[in-house]
DNA sequence: TATATTCCTACCATCCCGATAGGAATACTG
DNA sequence: CAGTATTCCTATCGGGATGGTAGGAATATA
């Protein structure tokens, strides 16, 4: 249980291979040969990571992507957290009011202390960490 | 992301039903009904937690479900690895040569500290901790 | 104008999951 | 023995998420 998604995986090693350029940009393409991604798949994923930005790109010929930060301040939750959202292990988690049990109820707090533990995990890790040996 | 599915959660809150009974035994459609959890699926859960050894039953008339052991001493984790398997976010977790990079996989080494730090925070809880306010 | 790229939308196949149905095995009760 | 209440087993189903594909529009360079 508690498996990442194929999605999530392709992201991180898509900005694995980003981080050994020192700066360089690289298309989707070359990005999915490298990494042996999808390669259109690999191009929905990037958008994303646009998006929430962790990478810069550029369009047209010459076109590419670049990480948007240090690979030392790009947290893996950074990550994560852009391809499948906020930890929430069950829905309850962050609505405040919506617990019939009211403030005091035993089972969230258990889930947010979970949310909380995998968010310190992976907040603390950077994609420096992963990148390098 | 990393939700939890909904079997496990109502097997957390039919554990925690059977720790309210004080070693009385209940039939599974009590449970359900206390629970408002549908009856016939209630069944293949409480087949699962009987199988992982976590709850005694008994067949025939008056027959149903007790914990197996005392709610102090059933972990959190337990009870999600009974439905759900082991913590896993990455396949290669657990398959020790199967990885290509060899044993210094950084990748590998984080997802395992993943796993490492929720079987922890999931280890250390029990069934007390959740059911007791 | 030609070309190479990001980006957007739609689609599809497959699998997983929650849930249901039906009945077999088992055990108690009268 | 007959009836009944239960666990337990197997099969099925619908819907949603997920991994992946297709086609093309927008954009930038040469």
Redesign the pocket.
């Known amino acids: ?1 508690f498996s ?7 992201a991180i090693r898509a900005m694995s291979y980003l981080a050994t350029l020192g700066g360089r ?7 999915a040969s490298a990494e042996s ?5 690999l ?2 994923i ?2 994303l990571l ?2 929430s930005g962790l ?1 810069d ?9 670049r990480l948007a930060a240090d690979p030392a301040s790009i947290t893996m939750l950074s990550i994560v957290e852009a391809l ?1 959202g906020s930890v929430k292990p069950v829905t309850c988690v962050d609505a405040i009011g919506s617990c019939a049990q009211g403030q005091g109820c035993q089972p969230r707090k258990f889930w947010i202390g979970l949310k909380d533990a995998i968010d310190e995990y992976l907040g603390e890790r950077t994609l420096k960490d992963v990148t390098e040996g």
Chains 1, 2 share one sequence.
């Open positions: 249980m990442v998604s194929a999605k999530t995986q392709y940009s690289a298309t989707s393409a070359e990005i991604i999808p390669s259109k798949y191009e929905g990037m958008s646009k998006t990478v790109s550029e369009r047209g010929k010459h076109g590419g992507y499948d």
